[in-house]
């Protein structure tokens, strides 16, 4: 078990890092009194703008509204390509790894500009043009990230989905948005295993009257069903068209894609965003979080199907004309070391994962790490959940050999880039805190009746201003949009977190307010006990929820996932009890305590805490949807041993 301790700045940001803390807070400060010289300056910095802009700004959060660089015109792909081809044409884009060890590549600027005119091309050829939807099915493999660029080259709006995504969620995910071009491969590889993607895309489009066109990359060359007039290869498609595709000039305000939010409850909502703020928004996080410097390696481990793919892998890193790498496989293949030896092989400098991948992987202990040299590192980042102190100390000493920084990122899809979080060479760090708001981002913590609350507080967390990368609107039903995030407090933006304030003005997000429990009058993160519980030697993984309770209102059931080599008992859940009322206090002290070999995830690592409120309260009958999980077979394993039965 590591101390916590707080880690200032000089124990190990790079010297000459963009910021110090003086910097930082001269920025912020402009950010917030003069915003418009402040964005003005930034957008002139980071983009490559056609015609400058008549306004840098206007919103009314009470109807959701909000425009940026008005009338000003760019398109996303010469900002991302071709304004790098002078300087950097022969610079490496993307390092490609995929999923065996033996297979990877280098692009450099001038083929990836190459591979997204001819894929461009292709498109306008079969009838896209500006404004249409194409649905982008891929796995992670280069020709997402040209799909992505190809597409915002002529004006057309992309809706990634996830390649885990079942051909029903992709159905319903196509016609929501209407969209009538398809890009897909024949399958997918990841951890050795294939992923019919094709076969997936035929069962979806039975019901996708609208879908005229499906473009299909050979990853493996297996079969797959054919339609002749609809269907074409993707290799045969972009050698026979040219490399030259002049760029959309698009409206600061164009659509730029839509990413659809994984629906724990409800329908899935089409997050809308926008040009011109999205891409400063991604540019200049990258830049400025990530202390990226010309000539890095940078490494987000996200999958291009979540937004944390789309701003920082893609469009991020490639406006600010970086090294970004791609992968295809999975932490654990073909071993637990896969990520480190990745980051030796092709001297990484910037890592940026998921706390539920850090904490995988440090249960299978520390020998898979420390037999690798990570000479090259020197920031690490998260995002995603709350990582819990344990993870982040094993992260900061065992991973980053406590010379690297950590930047614990807090944002959603619909913020479209970092909102909170440290700037290395600036910030302090407290493991566990996302620490201070990034520029032009003014956050709030208010009570459920919407007052605001001063100084050292803990409440659901709002922004209170427009920024430039926020979402326009959910697609399709902007009424929704209001619904959501700028009804439950007049004027602002909910972000639908928990989150604390420290003495310091440090913001600790707690996690969503709905995972909030209530014990007996004390209000308790799901995330404080659950941060508790994997402080224990003896536990890896573990997820709390809350059930009614008579007399505490709520009581807390856990689910733990015991380390490797440990054998759960009795004795071991009585010393967890104990071990939490120690950390947090005995009002906190789990009711249940249920062993488990994994945990229900979505595909994109969150915990479905839903199914696991309704297996802990014994309502098995309203279970629900299960189908987005990615291994369903959990549930039974979980429902079988629960231990709350009425
Ligand atoms: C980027 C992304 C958004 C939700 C968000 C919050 C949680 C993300 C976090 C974090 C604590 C962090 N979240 N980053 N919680 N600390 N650093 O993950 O987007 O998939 O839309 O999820 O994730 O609860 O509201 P998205």
């Given at each position: 078990m590591y101390k916590i301790e707080n880690h200032k700045v000089s124990d190990a940001a790079r010297v000459d890092s963009h910021l110090d803390e003086a910097g930082y807070h001269k920025l912020y400060k402009q950010s917030i009194e003069e915003p418009d010289t402040f964005w003005a300056e930034q957008a002139e910095r980071f983009l490559t703008w056609d015609k400058p802009w008549s306004k840098v700004h206007e919103s009314d959060m009470s109807k959701g509204e909000a425009a940026w660089f008005i009338d000003g015109k760019l398109n996303v792909s010469v900002n991302c390509i071709d304004r790098h081809l002078d300087k950097r044409g022969d610079q490496t884009a993307i390092i490609w790894e995929g999923d065996e060890p033996s297979d990877s590549k280098n692009i450099s600027y001038r083929e990836l500009h190459e591979h997204v005119c001819r894929l461009a091309n292709v498109l306008r050829a079969r009838g896209v043009k500006k404004g249409d939807r194409v649905c982008l099915y891929m796995p992670m493999i280069p020709e997402a990230a040209y799909a992505m660029l190809a597409c915002s080259r002529i004006g057309a709006v992309h809706s990634v989905v996830f390649g885990g995504f079942s051909p029903d969620a992709l159905r319903d995910r196509i016609n929501d948005s209407d969209c009538q071009a398809v890009i897909t491969a024949d399958e997918g590889v990841r951890g050795g295993k294939r992923v019919p993607l094709k076969q997936n895309v035929e069962k979806a489009l039975k019901e996708c009257p609208n879908v005229h066109t499906v473009v299909t990359v050979k990853r493996t060359g297996g079969d797959v069903e054919w339609h002749e007039h609809r269907d074409i290869w993707y290799h045969e498609a972009c050698a026979a068209v040219s490399t030259d595709c002049p760029p959309e000039a698009m409206d600061s305000e164009d659509p730029l894609f839509i990413l659809y939010t994984s629906g724990s409850t409800g329908k899935p909502k089409g997050v809308l965003h926008t040009t011109g703020g999205y891409l400063l928004g991604s540019a200049m996080t990258h830049h400025y979080v990530f202390d990226y410097h010309d000539g890095e390696v940078y490494w987000c481990t996200a999958d291009v199907g979540w937004i944390t793919g789309h701003s920082y892998i893609v469009y991020g890193p490639l406006c600010n004309g970086a090294t970004t790498l791609m992968f295809e496989?999975?932490?654990?293949?073909?071993?637990?070391?896969r990520c480190w030896d990745i980051v030796d092989k092709h001297k990484v400098n910037i890592f940026y994962t998921a706390p539920t991948a850090i904490r995988a992987l440090m249960a299978q202990g520390n020998e898979l790490v420390t037999?690798?040299?990570?000479?090259?590192?020197r920031l690490l980042g998260s995002v995603g959940e709350p990582i819990n102190p344990e993870a982040w100390e094993w992260y900061y000493h065992v991973v980053g050999e406590m010379r690297c920084p950590i930047v614990d990122t807090w944002w959603q899809t619909e913020t479209g880039a970092i909102m909170i979080t440290p700037l290395p060479g600036a910030t302090d760090l407290k493991p566990g805190s996302a620490t201070r708001p990034f520029f032009g981002v003014e956050p709030a913590l208010v009570d459920p009746e919407g007052n605001e609350l001063e100084g050292v507080a803990s409440g659901n967390l709002i922004i209170k201003r427009s920024w430039p990368s926020q979402i326009r609107t959910v697609y399709g039903d902007h009424q929704r949009l209001i619904d959501t995030y700028f009804s439950a407090y007049k004027g602002v933006y909910f972000t639908g977190d928990g989150a604390r304030r420290d003495e310091d003005g440090y913001y600790w997000i707690t996690g969503r307010v709905d995972d909030v429990l209530n014990v007996s009058g004390h209000r308790i993160g799901t995330a404080e006990v659950e941060s508790a519980l994997v402080l224990h030697d003896s536990v890896a993984e573990a997820a709390v929820v809350g059930c009614p309770h008579d007399i505490k209102g709520q009581c807390i059931y856990a689910y733990v996932m015991p380390m490797r080599g440990i054998t759960p008992s009795d004795e071991l859940v009585k010393e967890l009890k104990a071990f939490v009322a120690e950390q947090v206090?005995?009002?906190?002290?789990?009711?249940f305590v249920q062993w488990t070999p994994g945990l229900p995830k979505t595909r994109s690592g969150k915990i479905m805490r839903r199914v696991l409120r309704k297996i802990a309260c014994d309502e098995l009958d309203t279970l629900g949807d299960t189908s987005t999980l990615a291994d369903p077979a959990v549930v039974d394993e979980l429902v079988a041993n629960r231990l709350n039965r009425a």
């Open positions: 496989g999975v932490p654990t293949y073909p071993d637990a070391s037999k690798t040299s990570r000479a090259s590192l206090g005995s009002f906190a002290k789990p009711d």
